[in-house]
């Protein structure tokens, strides 16, 4: 299972290229100012790879963040709870810095009381360890509100940190901010076209795609917001959302971002794994102009061969 290094070419199509993460964390910190990782969650496609691929990718951000990043937390959710502990206790062991979990969503816990004895079980593997829920019910179909969820959560989950939001309800997540002022949960709001609108609502952090390559244009927005510059902040969120609604329109989704990422960067992000589908070359083109004309991407950041690895 283990091809790192080997250099077949059905590896470097099928199997995760190990030997670009330490790249990527210079990439991150250098280039796009974003020092915190979120491993293993939907755009790393974590559900769609093994248990032991989930232990390696956790184990090398880990290691190559040492000292560069500020926080490497590991997505643990699983369909099974055995695996998701299994997971979690990998996590704990490795040093990492917190675990995530999303609600399992084949056979799914249909009450708030079901998902908080599921999330207390994997949080339970890993006692030392920050526990975040995920929320994104878009995904997992499921729709328990994250403000419910959260309500006396810490009674039941000691370990219990806060909430990666990935939904657009605002009224839930103002809530979950609103109930919850006397501790001091963070707060990450994950659709980025949106994050202005959650910072006003008091989020404390953002996880999302879209900063492996607008991380420096969203930090810029995160500082307009802090001097309390809105209409600067809102300048800032208008032109996100420019190229976010232009790529929507074409199709985005996992895959069109590893295409943006391996083009910004330059560092082969690879094709995804099915069932997702390779971005097209005319997606890739299109969402190129745009970040050209947005001013998100000049010909001296494009790397040489960043298009031949998307192609
Ligand atoms: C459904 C989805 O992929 N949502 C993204 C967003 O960053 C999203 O790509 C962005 O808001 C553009 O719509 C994140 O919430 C997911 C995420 O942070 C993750 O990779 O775990």
Same mark, same amino acid.
């Given at each position: 299972?283990?091809?790192? =290094? ?10 995760? =290229? #190990? ?25 790393? *496609? ?8 989930? $232990? ?5 951000? !880990? ?8 926080? !490497? ?11 998701? &502990? ?88 103002? &809530?979950?901010?609103?109930? =919850?002022?006397?501790?001091? #949960? ?28 607008? @991380?420096?244009?969203? =930090? ?9 510059? %809105? ?6 969120? #208008?032109?996100?959302? $420019? ?9 985005? @989704? ?27 070359? *005319? ?23 960043? %298009?031949?690895?998307?192609?």
């Amino acid at each position: 299972e283990n091809h790192r =290094n080997k250099g077949k070419q059905t590896d470097s199509e099928r199997e995760i =290229n #190990f030997s670009v993460i330490g790249q990527y964390v210079d990439y991150l910190v250098k280039e796009q100012g974003v020092k915190n990782i979120f491993v293993n969650g939907t755009t790393g *496609e974590g559900l769609s790879l093994s248990i032991s691929e989930r $232990r390696q990718v956790a184990e090398e951000w !880990v290691t190559k963040g040492k000292d560069k990043l500020d926080q !490497v937390v590991i997505h643990v959710g699983a369909l099974s709870l055995k695996e998701s &502990q299994e997971l979690a206790q990998h996590a704990a062991e490795i040093g990492a810095d917190g675990i995530a979990v999303i609600a399992p969503f084949f056979l799914k816990p249909w009450t708030k009381d079901i998902l908080i004895n599921f999330l207390k079980e994997v949080a339970a593997a890993a006692p030392a360890l920050p526990f975040y829920y995920y929320h994104i019910p878009a995904l997992t179909g499921v729709k328990i509100r994250a403000e419910e969820l959260l309500d006396g959560i810490q009674d039941k989950i000691p370990t219990f940190r806060g909430l990666k939001f990935s939904d657009t309800d605002l009224l839930d997540f103002g &809530q979950c901010v609103d109930q =919850n002022r006397q501790q001091q #949960f963070a707060f990450l709001f994950g659709v980025d076209e949106q994050l202005l609108s959650a910072l006003v609502m008091g989020a404390t952090g953002a996880v999302g795609s879209t900063y492996n390559y607008l @991380g420096k244009k969203t =930090n810029q927005m995160l500082e307009a917001f802090e001097r309390k510059d %809105l209409s600067l902040a809102l300048n800032y969120q #208008f032109c996100i959302q $420019r190229f976010i609604n232009f790529v929507v329109k074409l199709g985005f @989704g996992v895959s069109q971002t590893k295409a943006i990422m391996t083009l910004v960067s330059g560092i082969p992000m690879g094709p995804p794994r099915l069932p997702l589908q390779k971005a097209s070359r *005319e997606f890739t083109d299109s969402a190129e102009a745009k970040l050209k004309s947005l001013d998100f991407l000049s010909f001296a950041d494009l790397k040489d061969g960043s %298009l031949e690895a998307s192609s």
